[in-house]
């Protein structure tokens, strides 16, 4: 494709990926758009990821990086894209505010690293400005959670049931293993499982999960993992979502789930001012039309 820009897409983790997959599918299909996409793992550690991305850049020259969220892998990508001035976009950016201070401080770090602030809602947008960002760089585009997805209702039981998501506390294994048990002490009815994500000790979260299966006499359903389309409907069928994920936030409220927060890991999160889907198409024309130049690159904080 002559003289196409190519936009750079990194992706660490299930959550964020199922959020990318709608861009990049447009980010492919567009005629003056190639995509390079780096998947890191998150038992990588930060140094062996600060390679990888380095030697990625050097060999896929992207004219802009895609990093989304707030996960503690993508605060070497930020970093090492910063030191070529390779202009970043920053996905969800200013969301993290009210998740746990980890989410929070390495969502900040990458924000203060970027160039341009795609953010889900005007919440977002003024925690960005009062960090002193400027005003030009941050645009408000929604949601990108319900684009191009057909709700799957195959793994949705045929009775009332609650639906369970306990990801690791990012600090303390007291307390993951505090809020997994908390979580299943609130099912009396059947249930629906789902395994936590990659952080380090989910191994708590798992065993807990078993000891719980072969205990009860509940019917439950345990899944490692579900594709989105399954989780979705699951989560818009569901009596109650019982968790300490964002999905609490930024998916329930669409369906008007009733959830149960469980632990400090999403605590003091927002729920969004109002869920506007459709994000994808807004990011990619912003990808493929925004001037890239010195002003771009030359970030200045207001302070």
Request: hydrophobic letters at 50%; a negative charge; proline letters at 5%.
């Given at each position: 494709m002559v003289n196409a820009r190519k936009i750079g897409v990194v992706t660490a983790s299930r959550a964020e990926r199922g959020l990318l997959e709608p861009v990049i599918k447009r980010i492919e299909s567009h005629p003056r758009l190639t995509c390079s996409l780096l998947e890191i793992k998150p038992d990588w550690g930060m140094s062996f990821i600060f390679t990888c991305v380095s030697i990625w850049l050097d060999r896929e020259k992207p004219d802009i990086v895609l990093i989304p969220c707030d996960r503690k892998e993508q605060v070497p990508v930020a970093l090492v894209c910063l030191s070529k001035n390779v202009p970043i976009a920053h996905f969800y950016s200013g969301s993290s505010i009210g998740g746990n201070i980890q989410d929070e401080i390495y969502g900040?770090?990458?924000a203060l690293c970027s160039h341009v602030h795609l953010c889900h809602d005007e919440n977002a947008a003024e925690i960005l400005k009062k960090?002193?960002?400027?005003?030009?760089?941050?645009?408000?585009?929604?949601?990108?959670?319900?684009?191009?997805?057909?709700?799957?209702?195959?793994?949705?039981?045929?009775?009332?049931?609650?639906?369970?998501l306990i990801n690791p506390d990012t600090i303390s294994k007291e307390r993951t293993e505090r809020d997994i048990e908390e979580a299943l002490s609130k099912l009396w009815r059947r249930a629906v499982i789902i395994g936590p994500n990659e952080d380090e000790n989910r191994e708590i979260i798992l065993k807990k999960i078993q000891e719980f299966i072969r205990k009860k006499k509940i019917v439950c359903n345990f899944y490692d993992s579900v594709p989105r389309e399954q989780f979705l409907a699951l989560l818009k069928e569901c009596r109650h979502f019982i968790t300490n994920s964002s999905s609490a936030f930024y998916e329930a409220p669409y369906f008007s789930t009733t959830c149960i927060l469980i632990g400090e890991r999403n605590k003091f999160r927002r729920v969004p001012s109002r869920i506007v889907t459709g994000a994808s198409d807004r990011i990619v024309d912003i990808l493929a039309n925004i001037k890239i130049d010195e002003k771009l690159l030359r970030k200045r904080l207001k302070l």
């Open positions: 900040m770090i990458i960090i002193g960002i400027e005003e030009w760089r941050i645009k408000v585009v929604g949601s990108t959670a319900f684009d191009d997805v057909t709700l799957d209702y195959s793994l949705v039981p045929n009775e009332p049931f609650d639906l369970v």
